[in-house]
């Protein structure tokens, strides 16, 4: 029964995902998500006395990363917003050129650039060149010291 | 006949678990392979199983059991718990190993003078370039037989990828995510 409940508040958590996506109004859709995970796992063992919580909790684990692996993805691939750019064109076809310039250089590398200056890893100064500030430093930091663990030369 | 006490089965699960990451770890520096490699992933994962299931064999083997409706549930949450780490842990290292926002950073980093975004674009991923990156997502698309590349030209493929571009559109729409990527 407990799986059951964590399935359960998995429908739940993305219906409510759905909706406040809908009304996030400029706020980051991952902050909304994560914390949108919280409520319906509280909220089932309320209206229950007869729930094993490490069944529950784990089928609510197992549905959470389900679901933030294909919304992940839906969200950031690359390959999934090519795949969908083709669908819209009415001939199916794209050249590689024309996804190179218009949508990955002008709109999401020039996008991940911006989205890393507000998130204060990155700044930009008056020439034009990109600098890590204090905290991206420190992030790099901790990433590279994980890559040298794993032996990744170059990411990407 | 002994009801085997089931909760050792999800204990058993996630130790294995916590042995993954070690696991692949110790692949990749035994193997001499470098971490952008997928098998030493897809092998600490498999390993890691196999020892959940000799655990599991093992109290079958030594206890006299019989198979309850709480071994059943206890046996189900151990998958759950393994599907899901692992599922965690693909999107963790994928972010180490592909993240492109990261990558960015990281090129930075190396250099000694601050670059400028072109500088960036053409240095992208330690000097492969952007169109690199492009070029490495194409290709998988084209395995997968997703899409198929003719003169420079990226067509989607008629049959079940389109119905999968149209399932992901649609889905795009339901989460409200414009552009994206």
Redesign the interface.
Known sequence: MSHVFGFAAILVYVVLGILLLRFRRGRSPIVIMLIASSVPYGLFPLLTVRLDMLHYTATYFFGLMCFLFFWGGLFKSISVRVICDLLEEETRMLYVRDIYEKYLLTESFKGRLEILIQSNYLSLDDNGKYKLTGTGQKFVRRVGFIQKIYKISASG | MLEVTA?PL?YYMMLACCGIPLL??AF??ITK????SARPLLFSCAVALLCWAVALFYMLAVSQFKISPNFI??F???L??Y???V??Y??F?SL???????????D??RRA?????TE??NE???G?G?????T???N??TVLK??A?NN?????N?GW??H???I??K??I????K???
Request: with cysteine.
């Open positions: 909760r999800i692949h770890v990749i520096r392979s470098y971490g952008e549930a206890s189900g949450t151990s759950f718990i599907c899901g780490f599922l965690g693909l999107e290292f180490i190993n592909r993240g492109y926002s990261l990558s960015i950073m990281m930075i980093s003078v601050a670059p400028s975004i960036l674009e992208y991923a330690g492969r952007l169109m690199w990156m492009l490495k997502r194409v998988g698309l997703l899409v590349e420079n030209q990226l067509v989607l008629k990828p389109t999968v571009a149209w992901l559109h889905a795009k339901l989460f409200s995510i552009g994206s990527g």
